[in-house]
């Protein structure tokens, strides 16, 4: 770990209890403190020139990538992701730097193909220790990407990693170390972990609306039955009622993100004021997280969910795609998992160190971390050349 310790910051900039340089747990492997750049500034830098996370380009959440150019991909929900992060980190004097530096990096260890890709994985695992989406992350920037000369990933702070470590089964925290702890004592991690994670909520809520209404696979008389949705609709109406259906649309999403981050915005000052954490030591002893929606933002927000379940996610359309995902990921699993040998040269040398370390369990995860990385038309292209006799290998 990095002892240095700067002087704590006096400039007012940030609240008492914000994650600053001079309370961080520091770094795996220690190194020089940058020169001109806070810690969390070089872990926004080094995620952003990482090749997980440009592979995210190619990755989706709901919609397979080639499905349309106009929908989120990966990347395009990471950046939305830290508007809303950095937005709401700069009105309550948290740090900014760290909080888009878990926004950018808190997908990266996704799947291809969304949900369906990473449910069919942790399939394939059962019996070698499960797949979990927040624990890739963590191992992508801890572990897979090579980099750089003096350690293994990308050797980012204790803090960023506690905020890509958003969930974890109790038994792998076990096995984390200090990461970990949190889940096994009831800790909280810092405020712009906390207020991350429920920028990430927002974000996909409110574009998968827009996604969805664009690609008619909902509509607005259905979402009108969502009263988050519906309040919205009804303010755009009434101040625009000859509005193209293009621009209502925006208008509404634009609403609907505003309205929630407001939503936490100020319910977090209030408890803010109220529990009056003097330092992050406070607030991940709290014994509840201090950045939360209001009551009733948190019943509007699961009514809005409910309904994206109900008639986006499990639209047949979607389903279709995700019902071949889930062939793609297991038929790859099975291939190479019962012969590494078809797997690329760099691949099966991974296969080989992590076989030697803990068996057939080693070599499932090796195989997991290679399908893990892939984008959604590389696990495309690599079924058909692995599986069909025509295909060029
Ligand atoms: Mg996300």
Redo the contacts with the bound molecule.
Sequence with gaps: MNTRRPEPDTSGRYAPCATVDAVSRGRRYREPPPSYRSEFQRDRDRIIHAAAFRRLEYKT?VFVNHEGDLFRT?LT??IE?AQIARSIARALALNEDLTEAIALA??VG?TPFGHAGQDALNACMKNYGGFEHNLQSLRVVDELEEKYADFPGLNLTYETREGILKHCSVKNAAELGPVGERFLNGQQPGLEAQLTNLA??I??NSHDVDDGLRAELITIEQLNEVRLFNEQYEEVKQLYPQLSQRRIIHEIVRRLINRQVTDLVQTSISRLELHAPASLEAVRRHPEALVAFSDRMRELNLELKRFLRRHLYRHYRVHRMSAKAERVIRALFEAFFNDPRLMPDEAQLKVAALREQSGDSGQARAVADYIAGMTDRYAIKEHARVYHPGELT
């Design positions: 959440q990966r929900h990471s992701v808190h997908d996704h990430d909520e974000a996909y």
